[in-house]
């Protein structure tokens, strides 16, 4: 397996890239909410839109090119995708913090520290902010003054992004556990062991009483969110860093081995696959009929989400590392060769690209017709 492994630095820094969560995993707002101990986690508050992790905006997105509106630098690569509540957007950098900057100004409003990266893409629920960083902590920390309130020590480092939901914190961690903690507490619920060589990269969607996610196992799992018992696995062959979707009853994510899968949701029965020209970090993202996916073969595709064709497919600059994002029929992704594109969801004819300093590898938050991403210069960008 890893045979393209000679084209990048190490395993660990290819599934790093995925946080987006990882990259990701786009992240923001989407029709649906998971529900929490003691409210809901809204919108533009948790990676990919939602427990389902399907990557949808209620936001409209820009169909001319937009102008920056602002950049903030930090002191590390941002490859943590934003969340934004309240007028303040929450994100990690690899400089060992965890930001809370204001949304007009700029102004950091207070920053917390780790030990550790923190690539690990953040949730905020019920005035809290929920995110993993590579000192192997999983942090809750309050969103009011920064001040923590609880912290859960994994075996490894954390680049798996939080969902909240029924009064739990579930998250992966590279010590090959995947984790449900309590969302008040920080007690440990239950934990579910795989054997990867690498641990768990892939961030856990929820759907159907169930928590889905891929591995370094070469399987991908389903486990019932209650207990942590398998429901069923599926043996993949290759790692998956990616981070699921769930909709219209299937689960879709990609592998190392270049394939996008679709699943039945409740069985783990193959429904189809679909397969690039090169490694698959990208998390797919799902609207209406389609699903959509970038891979390192330097191309975003948008392929039928119940027969696996492929619709449409563009070529980019560099390879995608980033998970796209969609908002309304505008889609947005990211390259490695600093550009950001938004393509018509129906056709893939390419709206507008802007070109930012480094290489966008934080998946695009979208919100109120607002566009925000992360790059490995360090930089949080905001077109609008």
């Known amino acids: 397996m890893f045979q393209h492994l000679n084209k990048y630095t190490s395993l660990i820094g290819i599934i790093t890239l995925i946080v987006l969560s990882v990259s990701i995993q786009g992240c923001g707002s989407s029709k649906g909410r998971a529900k929490g101990g003691e409210g ?11 427990a389902a992790r399907t990557g949808q905006y209620d936001s409209s997105a820009p169909e001319t090119k937009p102008s920056l509106k602002w950049q903030f630098k930090a002191e590390g690569r941002i490859s943590s995708c934003p969340m934004i509540d309240n007028g303040v957007i929450y994100f990690g950098s690899q400089d060992d913090n965890l930001y809370a900057v204001d949304i007009k100004t700029t102004k950091v409003l207070w920053k917390f520290p780790t030990e550790g990266k923190v690539n690990s893409s953040p949730t905020v629920a019920n005035g809290v902010v929920y ?20 912290k859960f020590k994994s075996g490894a480092g954390i680049i798996s992004s939080p969902v909240v939901a029924e009064g739990f914190v579930y998250f992966g961690s590279l010590d090959n556990n995947m ?9 440990i619920e239950w934990f579910y062991k795989t054997n990867g060589i690498i641990g768990i990269g892939s961030s856990p969607a929820i759907s159907n009483e169930l928590v889905y996610f891929g591995a370094s196992d070469n399987f991908f799992h389903a486990l019932n969110m209650k207990t942590g018992q398998r429901v069923w696995r599926y043996e993949i062959g290759d790692l998956t860093a990616s981070t699921p979707a769930i909709a219209g009853g299937s689960v ?5 081995n270049h394939k996008l899968y679709s699943l039945e949701a409740m069985t783990g029965e193959v429904l189809w696959t679909f397969e690039t ?6 998390s797919p993202s799902v609207a209406g009929n389609k699903v959509y996916i970038g891979s390192f073969d330097n191309h975003i595709y948008a392929v039928n989400r119940t027969t696996g064709k492929m619709v449409w497919k563009n070529e980019t600059d560099g390879d995608i590392e980033a998970s796209p994002s969609i908002a309304g029929n505008v889609l947005i992704y990211e390259d490695s060769k600093h550009q950001v594109y938004a393509a018509d969801t129906a056709n893939g004819n390419i709206y507008w690209k802007y070109e930012a300093i480094g290489s966008a590898v934080s998946t695009a938050a979208i919100s109120d017709s607002s566009i925000y991403f992360g790059c490995n210069e360090a930089f949080l960008y905001c077109l609008r």
């Open 40 to 50: 809901t986690v809204s919108k533009n508050t948790i990676y990919r839109g939602d």
């Open 131 to 150: 995110f993993g960083s590579l000192d192997s902590y999983m942090y809750a920390v309050y969103i009011k003054n920064g001040k923590l309130k609880w």
């Open 179 to 187: 984790y449900a903690v309590d969302e008040k507490t920080g007690d």
């Open 252 to 256: 879709f994510f990609a592998s190392y």
């Open 277 to 282: 020209d090169d490694i698959v970090l990208s």
